[in-house]
């Protein structure tokens, strides 16, 4: 049985009892103050916080993985490149054509426009790139990928996208995969000797731009 207390004390011309809350009830009450104070603050606390993006930012590295081979003491080869990037997902819709038109220039990516930054001179076709940061755009169609760098870096989107600070611009072959890639991924595939292939694959689409140094 739970203790009940009772005190009594007298008023001139009136007898007043007073009982007190079972103290269980009164610990509940207390304790669920004290969580609800809580919950309050931190949900204030969050709130200046943003939420998970549907189209997080990811980076890779040529050579892939860099980091952590540095960190083990097993990288072989310098560092070429490194690309930021968000990364959205097909999530059962057409891509190119439909979300992504032909003929528009694209982010090449989700959120701010994708980067690369190269720390050495590169090649890639005929085109040589200096070392240094650049925006990556893409202006896609049904068989060719046009892979565009430009000088005009921390930007969001393609809606400022200007030409005029276009650095190279290089034509590539749209690959089709029979496998499809869920979300939107670049990876860089090291070959022999002094070059790589940087990877851009979404849905059933998969072009591959080849660097030289």
Same mark, same amino acid.
């Given at each position: 049985?739970?203790?009940?207390?009772? #005190?009594?004390? &007298?008023?001139?011309?009136?007898? %007043? *009892? /007073?009982?007190?809350?079972? *103290?269980?009830? =009164?610990?509940?009450?207390?304790?669920? !103050? !004290?969580?609800?104070?809580?919950?309050?603050?931190?949900?204030?606390? *969050?709130?200046?916080?943003? @939420?998970?993006?549907?189209?997080?930012?990811?980076? &890779?590295?040529?050579? +892939?993985?860099?980091?952590?081979?540095?960190?083990?003491?097993?990288?072989?080869? @310098?560092?070429?490149?490194?690309? #930021?990037?968000?990364?959205?997902?097909?999530?059962?819709?057409?891509?190119?054509? +439909?979300?992504? @038109?032909?003929?528009?220039?694209?982010?090449?990516?989700?959120?701010?426009? $994708?980067?690369?930054?190269?720390?050495?001179?590169?090649? #890639?076709? &005929?085109?040589?790139?200096?070392?240094?940061?650049? $925006? /990556?755009?893409?202006?896609?169609?049904?068989?060719?990928?046009?892979?565009?760098?430009?000088?005009?870096?921390?930007?969001?989107?393609?809606?400022?996208?200007?030409?005029?600070?276009? %650095?190279?611009?290089? +034509?590539? @072959?749209? *690959?089709?995969?029979?496998?499809?890639?869920?979300?939107?991924?670049? =990876?860089?595939?090291?070959?022999?000797?002094?070059?790589?292939?940087?990877? %851009?694959?979404?849905?059933?689409?998969?072009?591959?731009?080849?660097?030289?140094?």
């Amino acid at each position: 049985m739970p203790t009940i207390s009772l #005190i009594a004390f &007298s008023v001139p011309e009136r007898n %007043i *009892q /007073l009982t007190l809350q079972p *103290q269980h009830n =009164v610990m509940k009450k207390i304790i669920l !103050f !004290f969580s609800l104070s809580i919950t309050i603050v931190a949900a204030f606390a *969050q709130s200046k916080y943003s @939420p998970l993006d549907k189209s997080p930012m990811d980076m &890779s590295y040529c050579p +892939a993985n860099y980091p952590i081979l540095k960190i083990q003491n097993k990288a072989t080869d @310098p560092l070429i490149a490194r690309v #930021i990037y968000g990364r959205p997902q097909k999530d059962g819709r057409v891509i190119f054509g +439909a979300l992504e @038109p032909y003929n528009a220039v694209w982010r090449l990516g989700a959120n701010e426009a $994708t980067e690369i930054e190269f720390y050495k001179d590169v090649k #890639i076709g &005929s085109k040589k790139i200096k070392k240094g940061r650049y $925006t /990556l755009y893409a202006l896609p169609t049904a068989t060719m990928w046009t892979i565009i760098f430009n000088k005009e870096t921390d930007t969001w989107g393609a809606f400022k996208y200007d030409s005029t600070k276009d %650095i190279a611009r290089v +034509a590539i @072959p749209v *690959q089709k995969q029979a496998e499809v890639t869920e979300i939107f991924s670049i =990876v860089f595939e090291k070959n022999t000797g002094n070059s790589a292939n940087m990877l %851009i694959a979404w849905d059933d689409v998969l072009v591959k731009l080849p660097l030289r140094w």
